[in-house]
């Protein structure tokens, strides 16, 4: 939709048979939120998201709520509030306003295989069920994923590979009356515990909850568990060497599913583009969810790369460039962040006590203003 916005032709190449999402929850902050509204989706996404009254950040063991966020002056601050989405929700908005865009496709089954930049553009090769088919196109973006088959491509190193990060979510969507009454408000809630954290925000109007839980575990028990979905009960039994809140012990034990989601990283690229050919979102930057920020990142790729061509009338290596030049500092730097969130999340002992002081001194205002680089318009 950038790209089309810019003038230019976009085929959207989609390896699954049918584009549809498995995922649950998305927090979208302000910074994305202005990308989407410039694109014309304001009505309708603002028709099906949930824009959250509060973050509480609660101690993990009793409960108590160290600070409050309030959420109600977004708008004015940053240009957009913060919205809970369903993901298959905004997906589906998104597919519909490219579907209907003149100067965007969309093709299913269509998987790109490898590739060669030429003279004029690059000739990519597309694997479908009726076989191999050649297209010729002026440049590639590789907006597919932390496995990303056009990055592996770009950069053919062993010493790119993935690589576990440390811990593993664990996901499910709970009906809300399943929960705790107290937990059911229209407010995200952040949980800190020793090695683990955990956030849960409403959905669709607050008919649903959707909940994440991260724990640290070592390589050898995320490989040996990795294609596990646990129980509630079973999930709430991992803890039983750290004390849970009551309310919180009730809401994990609520799920009937919870899947299994080991979060991978790559290492950092020095260059995401090669003439006609570059990276987007995961694929160039991937990061732990830790500041719910990994879509929103990829959501300013795209607007920085369409805006590169409406600034330049470049080519596409020119474009290509340029985008890179004004989104790789500001990525890396939430890459950064998020690892260090991470670990500032999962304290134990002395260094948590600490940790819940200062979020105490810091409070709601300060912890939002703390984090405005994120949500600030990043070209300003």
Not at 99 to 108: G, I, K
Not at 297 to 316: H, K, N, P, S
């Amino acid at each position: 939709l950038s790209l089309a916005r810019a003038g230019k032709r976009a085929l959207v190449l989609e390896r699954a048979p049918r584009i549809e999402e498995i995922g649950a929850g998305l927090q979208i902050a302000p910074n994305a939120g202005r990308v989407l509204a410039s694109l014309g989706l304001e009505t309708a996404l603002a028709a099906m998201a949930l824009e959250p009254e509060a973050i509480n950040i609660r101690r993990g063991r009793d409960g108590a709520v160290l600070a409050r966020l309030d959420l109600s002056d977004a708008r004015n601050r940053w240009g957009a509030p913060f919205r809970l989405f369903h993901r298959a929700d905004l997906q589906g908005a998104l597919l519909q306003a490219a579907l209907e865009n003149p100067q965007t496709h969309v093709r299913s089954g269509a998987r790109v295989g490898d590739f060669e930049a030429r003279a004029n553009g690059v000739r990519i090769r597309v694997h479908t069920q009726e076989g191999v088919e050649e297209i010729e196109a002026a440049g590639l973006v590789g907006a597919d994923g932390v496995r990303s088959s056009v990055r592996a491509h770009l950069v053919p190193s062993e010493r790119d590979a993935p690589y576990y990060s440390g811990c593993v979510a664990w996901r499910a969507t709970l009906p809300a009356d399943s929960v705790p009454a107290a937990l059911r408000a229209r407010e995200s809630n952040l949980w800190l515990l020793p090695g683990a954290h955990v956030v849960h925000y409403p959905l669709r109007d607050g008919s649903l909850i959707n909940a994440v839980v991260i724990i640290e575990e070592p390589p050898e028990a995320e490989d040996a568990h990795s294609s596990l979905s646990l129980k509630g009960a079973e999930l709430a039994g991992r803890f039983s060497q750290r004390r849970l809140a009551a309310e919180l012990r009730e809401l994990i034990e609520a799920g009937d599913s919870w899947r299994h989601w080991p979060l991978f990283m790559r290492p950092s690229l020095k260059q995401w583009t090669r003439g006609p050919v570059t990276l987007l979102g995961d694929a160039a930057h991937p990061m732990v969810p830790f500041l719910a920020q990994g879509a929103a990142q990829a959501i300013e790729d795209a607007d920085a790369l369409g805006g590169a061509f409406m600034r330049l009338g470049a080519t596409v290596e020119t474009g290509f460039a340029a985008y890179e030049t004004v989104r790789r500092d500001r990525a890396e730097r939430v890459v950064r962040a998020s690892r260090r969130q991470g670990a500032y999340d999962h304290l134990s002992g002395l260094p948590a006590v600490a940790r819940d002081l200062a979020i105490r001194a810091l409070g709601g205002p300060g912890l939002l203003r703390r984090n405005a680089w994120l949500y600030r318009d990043p070209l300003r």
